[in-house]
């Protein structure tokens, strides 16, 4: 499993030609589950981007959650993140979780913000999407949970 984790000012889905869902002040969560990737793993990322510190505070430093500002998540499915590029000029997605489970945890892992009273939106799971934000830092974090049981 893999997030990137992006700071925004705003971030929006479109999807043929109109757009799905928007965010302003939050995060955009590009999520990827590879073979083997658990509901426990996705319990950690939910845990740790619900509590994750950087917005900045009164001082300028990041201390403040989402929670503390308040802010929202855009959820965004995708698989291209569990690429293997070390070989060859083309990317193997062999690693990548099959889509029906793959999109049952994607679910799962959406379930899991929403129960910490974070707003959520979300793309299409499988669909082409264009994915606009406003990175704010820019500050991006790429997160991959510990191996798990």
Request: some cysteine.
């Amino acid at each position: 499993m893999k997030a990137v984790v992006q700071r925004v000012k705003r971030a929006s889905v479109t999807i043929e030609g109109r757009i799905y869902s928007s965010i302003s002040n939050g995060y955009l969560i590009l999520f990827g589950a590879e073979k083997g990737d658990t509901k426990a793993q996705a319990d950690w990322l939910a845990n740790k981007v619900s509590v994750l510190r950087c917005f900045a505070d009164e001082n300028g430093k990041m201390n403040l959650s989402i929670q503390d500002i308040k802010g929202e998540m855009l959820i965004v499915s995708q698989f291209t993140l569990c690429a293997d590029i070390k070989k060859g000029t083309r990317p193997s997605f062999d690693n990548a979780m099959n889509p029906d489970e793959a999109n049952e945890l994607y679910e799962y892992f959406v379930s899991k913000i929403k129960e910490n009273n974070i707003p959520v939106q979300t793309g299409v799971f499988g669909a082409h999407m264009e994915v606009e934000l406003l990175n704010d830092g820019p500050v991006t974090f790429v997160i991959q949970p510990p191996i798990l049981n």
